[in-house]
């Protein structure tokens, strides 16, 4: 079965420092992997999304991840962190065919200092 | 495009009592996924739709759940005799049946059962 391990439940960065956010995922094949972005009351908004090719995937707000097939890993960068970047972030991993449905970590709460 | 849609945006209602939610999916696409997140988690699938038919449902969908799309179009997930156990967002997302598909999440329906 499918799953994904955020070990970070809360990260606290400064304004304006790098960011990385964990992800570790198991499956049996290639997956899809998601990241998915939730300000608080909200839903999710996906990030960015690798399906094949290139390693190193850009998404929205400036952030980009990289898949590591030999660490199943799938982690989200940012070189410089804003406030309005706070909130819920959710790795996912989705089927190749099939239902297509995702199963998401539990989640990395980021919190911004000012 | 107006996104996917969900109604109403919080629901309390008293335990025992029926609620029913309601999700409008971005029109061209033919498949819908509800999702159960609860405080501090990720979200969990709970069913999805092809079109009208329901092709897979999670355990955790009780005998309580019961979730319809008779037009192909909408969706509702009906909760009956409800329990303080189903607190929760019900998230309902979208997306097309072929291809490398992504699922466009609503912004959830917040339920407190009291």
């Known amino acids: 079965a499918q799953s994904v391990t955020q070990p970070d439940i809360h990260i606290t960065v400064s304004e304006g420092a790098s960011l990385e956010l964990r992800c570790n995922y198991s499956?049996?094949?290639?997956?899809?992997l998601f990241w998915y972005v939730q300000s608080p009351g909200q839903g999710l908004q996906l990030l960015l999304k690798?399906?094949?090719?290139?390693?190193l995937v850009q998404g929205i707000k400036g952030f980009e991840a990289e898949f590591k097939r030999s660490q199943s890993s799938f982690n989200l960068r940012k070189p410089s962190v804003h406030w309005s970047d706070a909130a819920e972030y959710f790795c996912?991993?989705?089927?190749?065919?099939?239902?297509?449905?995702?199963?998401f970590g539990q989640g990395t709460r980021l919190t911004i200092n000012p | 495009d107006t996104g996917v849609s969900q109604d109403p945006r919080h629901k309390i209602t008293k335990r025992g009592q029926n609620v029913t939610f309601r999700c409008d999916p971005i029109?061209?696409?033919?498949?819908l996924y509800w999702y159960r997140q609860t405080l501090g988690q990720g979200p969990e699938f709970l069913t999805y739709?092809?079109?009208?038919?329901?092709?897979?449902k999670s355990r955790l969908l009780s005998d309580r759940f019961s979730a319809e799309r008779p037009k192909g179009s909408f969706s509702t997930l009906e909760i009956q005799r409800t329990e303080q156990g189903d607190s929760a967002m019900y998230l309902c997302?979208?997306?097309?049946?072929?291809?490398?598909?992504?699922?466009?999440f609503g912004a959830g329906s917040r339920l407190t059962v009291l």
């Open positions: 997302a979208s997306s097309w049946s072929s291809g490398a598909n992504v699922l466009t």
């Open positions: 499956y049996g094949a290639t997956p899809y």
């Open positions: 690798y399906f094949s090719g290139d390693t």
């Open positions: 996912a991993v989705g089927e190749i065919g099939g239902a297509q449905k995702l199963v």
């Open positions: 029109s061209e696409h033919n498949r």
């Open positions: 739709f092809q079109n009208e038919a329901q092709l897979e």
